[in-house]
């Protein structure tokens, strides 16, 4: 897949060696947030080229057949379709929530998570799942950008409307279970001190939780 792309997309190729590297991992490691926010930043990718008629036939059939065994795989964790149905109808205040307001939030966080004083208290997890949410609201704001651009009527089933509200509902819903876990628990306590790590959290909490009806 990544090899049909050529070198005019790499976001989208970026994306999918992160997929490739966590469906690598023995089963029982494999995170579903990092999976599908790498499926979700390809995704937004293909259809933006597609749009832009940069996509060719063998790029396309090899999305086709990629997305299609994504979904095959995904059948078998019935719990998560019911999670990811939460997110897409999360009571986010779309006309608060902009595009690329939020894709400087995430990048925000993901700064902080890079930085010198946090970096090595950050596990390879998160920063997988803060890279593909940056990356992801990035290619939104983009394409936010673009459909303004065009003149396109504001419509809530337009592709990155439905992510935007995605990335806002599953990012608060991250940012909760973290301050939880850094609350409540012994390994999270320990880590917690670390003031830019906190600060870092608690601002993409209070941003996203700003945009929640």
């Known amino acids: 897949m990544r090899d049909s792309l050529g070198q005019n997309q790499p976001s989208t190729r970026t994306a999918l060696a992160q997929y490739r590297e966590e469906l690598a991992r023995p089963q029982a490691d494999i995170i579903l947030e990092i999976l599908k926010e790498a499926y979700l930043t390809a995704k937004a990718g293909i259809e ?16 086709t057949t990629f997305d ?24 986010v205040n779309m006309d608060k929530a902009d595009p690329a307001a939020v894709a400087d ?4 966080f993901l700064a ?6 946090v970096k090595d208290i950050v596990g390879d997890r998160l920063h997988d799942w803060a890279e593909n949410s940056a990356r992801l609201s990035g290619i939104v704001a983009e ?8 003149g396109d009527i504001p419509d809530e ?9 995605r990335q806002v509902g599953q990012g608060w819903a991250m940012m909760v279970k973290l301050k939880e876990f850094l609350l409540e628990t012994e390994e999270g306590i320990v880590i917690a001190v670390n003031v830019a790590f906190w600060g870092g959290i608690t601002t993409l909490l209070t941003f996203l939780g700003s945009l929640i009806l």
């Open 48 to 63: 933006q080229a597609q749009r832009e008629g940069a996509l060719d036939d063998d790029a396309l059939a090899a999305w």
């Open 68 to 91: 299609a065994n994504h979904g095959i795989y995904l059948a078998h964790f019935p719990f998560d379709a019911a999670r990811e149905r939460l997110y897409r109808n999360a009571p």
């Open 105 to 108: 939030a995430f990048a925000d």
């Open 112 to 117: 902080t998570l890079e930085d010198e004083a």
């Open 143 to 150: 394409m936010a950008r673009n459909a303004a651009a065009r």
């Open 157 to 165: 089933d337009m592709p990155h409307r439905v992510w935007l509200r």
